[in-house]
């Protein structure tokens, strides 16, 4: 069965910081990747995703992850945190070919950020 | 605008009283899901739906039932309501071809 852990519950970093949010997952061939954010009472938010090809993908907001296939890590990363990145971030994986309905979430990283 | 929208946004009831929580989505897309949402334990999904009539399980579907009688709505319905039921809930639509999932603003269930 496949399996996504983010090691960090909770992250605090200083604005203008950088940022990296790490994610592992388990599963038995290369799966579709994504990251998601959710700020305070709101729904999720597509970031990023990787399905193949360049293992450094760029999303919305500056952020961009790395995927390394011999870790089994996609890791989230940011250069400059910015005040309004505070939010929750999951990793999430699926299926190749069927990622969109049968997602399985990590538990997610707490971001805060101090002034 | 494209959108996923559920109602109601709150809902509080008591054990047993038959509930529906809507969904619908305006994007024509293929996928819908539902997930609940516990604190500590991140997103799991309930059910999904590849397309009209066809509906399978997802990790958590005990409790629940959905429909999927026309494209653009996916309801989730709890026949029976327990505590354990007491969650957030998001709603998820995505297309065949991009597989980026688009979520609704999410239902706050209690029961009490």
């Known amino acids: 069965a496949q399996s996504v852990t983010q090691p960090d519950i909770h992250i605090t970093v200083s604005e203008g910081a950088s940022l990296e949010l790490r994610c592992n997952y388990s599963y038995g061939a290369t799966p579709y990747l994504f990251w998601y954010v959710q700020s305070p009472g709101q729904g999720l938010q597509l970031l990023l995703k990787?399905?193949?090809?360049?293992?450094l993908v760029q999303g919305i907001k500056g952020f961009e992850a790395e995927f390394k296939r011999s870790q089994s890590s996609f890791n989230l990363r940011k250069p400059s945190v910015h005040w309004s990145d505070a939010a929750e971030y999951f990793c999430?994986?699926?299926?190749?070919?069927?990622?969109?309905?049968?997602?399985?979430f990590g538990k997610g990283t707490k971001l805060s950020v101090i002034p | 605008e494209a959108q996923v929208t559920q109602n109601p946004r709150y809902l509080i009831t008591v054990t047993g009283k038959k509930l529906t929580v809507t969904c619908s989505q305006n994007?024509?897309?293929?996928?819908m899901s539902w997930y609940r949402q516990d604190p500590g334990l991140g997103l799991r999904q309930i059910y999904y739906?590849?397309?009209?009539?066809?509906?399978d399980k997802g990790d958590v579907p005990e409790g629940y039932k959905v429909s999927r009688k026309e494209k653009r709505n996916f309801p989730l319905i709890l026949e029976s309501p327990s505590p354990n039921q007491t969650s957030l809930y998001f709603c998820a639509s995505a297309s065949g071809t991009t597989y980026e999932q688009y979520f609704g603003p999410g239902t706050r269930l209690t029961v009490t």
């Open positions: 990787y399905f193949s090809g360049d293992t």
């Open positions: 999430a994986v699926g299926p190749p070919g069927a990622g969109s309905y049968q997602l399985t």
């Open positions: 739906s590849m397309n009209v009539e066809v509906t």
């Open positions: 994007m024509n897309h293929e996928y």
